[in-house]
């Protein structure tokens, strides 16, 4: 039972005094967050402000019961609705009827990748994404995003494009054009946001912002002299909504389709484990993947749109006390109770607030220390995160991600294909056998070659392994003996052991004897199975260093 | 100047009576090998036969002056122009000029790219294919190729497929229309093929094939009840031919081109390679392609296709005595020399002839044992052939190989990610720490953990090792210290070691202590530059696990 409804697993151990009170505070405070957050998200999404409500409720509650994390948040982000707004206002004029229908298909296809993957245990996929790239590609995302809310603002009509340079080009050719009342509206909300977020840390700055702006722009009706307003927002539930399937269009939202996916669950697996290492109980990779799939699939029918764990929403929802999933379906709750009958106050809600608040959430994303930190261990990290960084500005959100994923892959794959060797000598202090380029005091033999090899050893390295041993071998006058150290190979593959076989062959027809210390069991027994017990006997056998040269009398 | 013109290498110290004879009877033996087989392979590549000649020609001489190998035969070879017939069929009608024009231009770009390539040291590339996704390819397109000369060997019009499957159905329904002495001719020409590649190894049966066929379909006039004959084949020198450079016809053939490029290369220079082992001297991938890369160039103005070094040819070459290039200067000569006074002898050889030639000379590169032996030795290597293979059969020459080259890869990483780790128990006999499953006799301590990592530790398997290391630590009671042995740890990443970090910190958090021992100089050097020598002091740097248990008093 508790395998597919993870929920038992805190219900059933509920304490009404201990846990209650926790999650009432978290869930009441998140859901003041929450609500301008959702419209503003609708909004960079393409969407009515009223959706980004509607996806704040029922995935909610269902990644509460299905989710394996008792604190994340779950709901509208600006990551996603930056890749939804990517995804299909290629397809779609932004905001009609066609987009929104596309967006509930978007949203099924979501939930149900990430249930089958889910099911099917694929979410170990997601490791292969860098910590480096990630970094480098929310850094661009961020001020793709940050970007696009410029227009509003400023107040000027500026046409929606995912290319920072053209936005920038554009507002630079019309600077005349700022309105300016707009634009005070944000830079003042802007202000109010940052000040509360390092100041005041108690009261959420969202709530303080939104109260006090529309009460500005409604006393002084600036919305008849051209502030945007959000207009009006229409009451009542979510309603049922089919996302319709048809091929062509599935075909077209696969690839967004698809980062979105991955995207959000790297992002929303990553909050929740910090979490749950904090709170000492476990996440499952495969587990949050259904959890997530089934808010998706939850959001397609109930005119949402997709969705999932926020990080700045969740570190807010753990700080404030959340104990349960309690907390979120009380989060929904409450913002289902303002569709019912609170949607009329957000009528003067200026546009350029929603953008402010997007833009100071956003702005936190960006991460400048993070590149000189990797770049002072290891440059080709700092290099990943800044061709991730460079290809998502340049080449655009899907492409950069699939850029740096690539990258840092071919990076290790290619670092695999030069690996380090050693030639070793003895180092009597402390009886071991070290590389004699970084202790000259160890001892080495004129006949007898030591080499360790740093490196699983396979196709794409063995050629590479053959040349460096051949020029250790020629530094030897009167070589007799040669010792692989396997203590570093730590797998081999088929290709590489027949390669290697007719290499040592090559060397014991000129009458140099060989033999292998070390070899780890995994690789012993890979040989084993090559023939090579049979073959060269017990000479690649030897526990250490100093039994291969007893053996060969050294 | 040896640098750009090997070949002063090997004529400086020509010796005329020692090099010439074998040279000379190498060349000869290869001339008479390369007339039909340069035949066939232009027919296979939907080419006039004639060119198949002119192929053979100034490239040789080019790669003999440029290129370093001093056996290798560079020539047309079977898999490269079943690709140009690939590549190019799609765009024009084979055989017409516009499809001889795209070929000049094709092989314009592979021996420029070869050039870049070899100017540019990029020879490296091509170790990262897989002998395993080598084999698994040629024997599917040894079987492509086969496949595609059935028509001429039974004489039936068969629309020309690369799809194996179409052309075996088309057959079936076909049988009726089979031609009776076209079906002779071609079996009777692999009958003796066969008979002199095992039983008669001195004379080439291509030769007595040749010979043979010519002379019985010339005297009973086969070719006027249907029998496919080569027909004129026009004398006379290759004329000049200049590849028109238009740029959407590059586009399309790039993807081809880097095909031919890399598929030539790995074949030819793994010939290369063998040879100049035996004989003891060096190859240089990167001087390789700048050889074929000029010969590629060559052909495209003296009216050929596209060429590299052959497997068999090659073979033949080295078998027959050739010491230096000059044997392939010898054989060119040869050729042309034919071009100019001999080309009417082929009139009546019978196009089931050369398809016999093709199919005996693919047959031989279908190769079932490695499956076998790769099975044995380690499966995943057998599963990347066997990929490969039903890639290329179903999905494609260029898709086969390059689903080949990515499978193997990211097998490699997705190895990588999960890596052997192991609990070491001290072994008195021989002073050594094993791994206590493989070693029962092994001794443990209930309060220390010693754990050995196999893996160069980085993004993708952090967390996998932080996972195995939590089950680790469960499984002993009373835990007071852990030492981890990086005698594996081959590299690591600025992204491992923060997450590491982290992970040390938590540990020690709990009043564990933690030491690292036997960490190779270069993993030493990035934990010194992420500041982990001033944070953990010198417990990262035990040279032994002795010191390190020495160390915490156990």
């Known amino acids: 039972m508790n395998q597919w409804f993870p929920f038992l697993d805190w219900m059933k151990k509920y304490d009404l005094k201990e846990d209650f009170k926790g999650d009432m505070i978290a869930g009441l405070i998140v859901a003041i967050m929450l609500i301008p957050q959702g419209m503003a998200y609708a909004m960079l999404a393409g969407l009515p402000p009223v959706m980004g409500l509607y996806a704040s409720t029922v995935p909610l509650i269902l990644y509460a019961l299905f989710g394996t994390s008792r604190q994340l948040s779950v709901g509208p982000v600006a990551m996603v609705s930056l890749l939804i707004f990517t995804g299909v206002s290629g397809l779609a004029e932004p905001g009609s009827d066609q987009y929104i229908s596309l967006v509930f298909l978007l949203a099924f296809m979501v939930g149900v990748i990430q249930l089958l993957m889910g099911i099917f245990k694929l979410g170990a996929i997601s490791k292969f994404i860098s910590h480096a790239v990630i970094s480098g590609f929310t850094s ?83 919305n008849e002299i051209g502030v945007g307003i959000v207009g009006n927002v229409p009451d009542g539930l979510p309603s049922l909504s089919i ?10 939202l696969l690839p967004i389709a698809f980062t979105i996916v991955i995207i ?40 949402g749109f997709p969705v999932t764990g926020g990080f700045s929403r969740s570190a807010v929802n753990y700080d404030a006390g959340a104990r349960t999933g309690l907390a979120s379906i009380i989060t929904g709750a409450i913002i289902l109770l ?19 608040i997007i833009i100071v959430a956003v702005y936190g994303l960006i991460d400048v220390k993070e590149v000189f930190h990797l770049w002072n261990i290891k440059r080709i990290d700092a290099i990943s995160l800044l061709v991730t960084f460079s290809a998502t500005l340049v ?19 290619y670092r695999s294909s030069k690996p380090h060797m050693a030639e070793l000598g003895y180092i009597e202090e402390n009886q071991t ?38 020029d250790f071998i020629n530094n030897k006058q009167d070589l007799k003996a040669i010792i692989l150290d396997f203590s570093g190979v730590n797998d081999m593959d088929a290709v590489a052991i027949d390669d290697l076989g007719k290499w040592i062959d090559q060397i014991r027809e000129e009458n140099v004897k060989i033999s292998l210390a070390q070899v780890k069991g995994p690789v012993r027994d890979l040989l084993k199975k090559a023939g090579w ?22």
């Open 140 to 222: 661009a995302a961020a001020i793709i995003i940050g970007m696009s809310q410029l227009k509003h603002l400023i107040g000027v009509e500026i046409e929606a494009s995912n290319n920072v340079f053209l936005i920038i080009a554009e507002v630079f050719t019309r600077l005349n054009e700022i309105h300016l009342p707009t634009l005070l509206i944000g830079l003042g909300s802007i202000f109010i946001l940052v000040l509360f977020k390092k100041k005041i840390k108690k009261i959420p700055g969202a709530l303080v912002v939104v109260v006090t702006m529309i009460a500005i722009v409604g006393f002084l009706q600036l």
């Open 243 to 252: 996302p319709s399937l048809n091929i062509p269009a599935i075909n077209t």
């Open 264 to 303: 959000g669950f790297v992002e929303s697996y990553a909050m929740a484990k910090v979490i749950a290492t904090k709170e000492r109980y476990t996440i499952h990779a495969n587990k949050e993947l259904n959890g997530l799939g089934i808010a998706n699939i939850g959001t397609s029918f109930f005119s």
């Open 338 to 356: 303002t569709l019912l009958f609170f949607t009329s106050w957000f009528y003067y809600l200026p546009q350029a607030v929603l953008a402010a």
């Open 395 to 413: 080449i655009g959100i899907e492409a950069g991600i699939a850029t740096g994923v690539v990258f840092s892959i071919l990076n290790f794959v």
């Open 433 to 470: 056998y070290r590389n004699v380029n970084r202790y000259p005091m160890a001892k080495t033999k004129d006949d007898v070659l030591i080499v360790r090899i740093d490196a699983a050893i396979y196709f794409a390295n063995i050629s590479y392994i053959e040349e460096r041993l051949s």
């Open 533 to 554: 017990t049979k073959k060269y006997g017990d000479v690649i056998q030897h526990p250490t260093i100093e039994t291969a040269l007893l053996k060969l009398g050294k």
